[in-house]
């Protein structure tokens, strides 16, 4: 089955504690991306990237990295969380990175930074 | 700056028709998706404009008028079921590989 698979699906932690949230795709896509979701505000662009070893900024990537080191995979990483960070994360995936492209969303992940 | 303004509240019957509109400020974009989200679960993909016009698919169409920084979705035959939050999208010019989301339209169907 074609899939977007985020872990964890919910975490809570505290300010400061490094965590990684990871990302993979069955699909063979060439575009990745990584989303946060907040309440009136839709979804943000984290990172993004083209293919491998290509990654970039979006709109709200302070706080964040990121790494493509295989298609397959795309993990986010705080390295020093803090509770501004407490959101819903969204991974996304598809063909090419052209507007006809449909995003494939994973299930999202539900941070809470204490 | 690149914004889309989307209503954050629309209320419909079930069986009507309703439209949800997307305003933008943008320099120019590669065309206008939209998304749907259930509560709890993740946006998936219904439409792409790449040109101005009507694309239709099912009982959902999209439209997109680039001379009047304008789009809308239009949904059909309400179902109970289509209650849900919806997001237009885009690709901006300026960078082609970001994606820039509206802030997404609440639709809440009434019996």
């Known amino acids: 089955e074609a899939q977007v698979t985020q872990n964890p699906r919910y975490l809570i932690t505290v300010t400061g504690k490094k965590l990684t949230v990871t990302c993979s795709q069955n699909?063979?896509?060439?575009?990745m991306s990584w989303y946060r979701q907040d309440p009136g505000l839709g979804l943000r662009q984290i990172y993004y990237s083209m293919n491998v070893e290509v990654t970039d900024k979006g709109d709200v990537p302070e706080g964040y990295k990121v790494s493509r080191k295989e298609k397959r995979n795309f993990p986010l990483i705080l390295e020093s969380p803090s509770p501004n960070q407490t959101s819903l994360y969204f991974c996304?995936?598809?063909?090419?990175?052209?507007?006809?492209?449909?995003?494939?969303f994973g299930d999202g992940t539900r941070l809470s930074i204490l | 700056g690149q914004s889309l303004e989307q209503p954050s509240e629309v209320t419909a019957v079930e069986g009507a028709i309703v439209q949800i509109n997307c305003t933008y400020q943008?320099?120019?974009?590669?065309?206008l998706s939209w998304y749907q989200q259930h509560d709890g679960g993740a946006p998936t993909f219904l439409s792409y404009n790449a040109l101005d016009g009507l694309e239709e698919t099912g009982r959902f169409s999209s439209f997109l008028s680039r001379s009047d920084s304008y789009g809308y979705l239009l949904l059909q035959e309400l179902q109970m079921k289509d209650s849900a939050s919806y997001f237009c999208?885009?690709?901006?010019?300026?960078?082609?590989?970001?994606?820039?989301f509206g802030s997404g339209t609440r639709l809440s169907i009434r019996p």
């Open positions: 699909m063979n896509h060439e575009y």
């Open positions: 943008t320099s120019g974009f590669y065309g």
């Open positions: 996304a995936s598809s063909l090419g990175g052209s507007g006809n492209q449909p995003q494939h």
């Open positions: 999208a885009v690709r901006p010019y300026s960078s082609a590989s970001k994606i820039i």
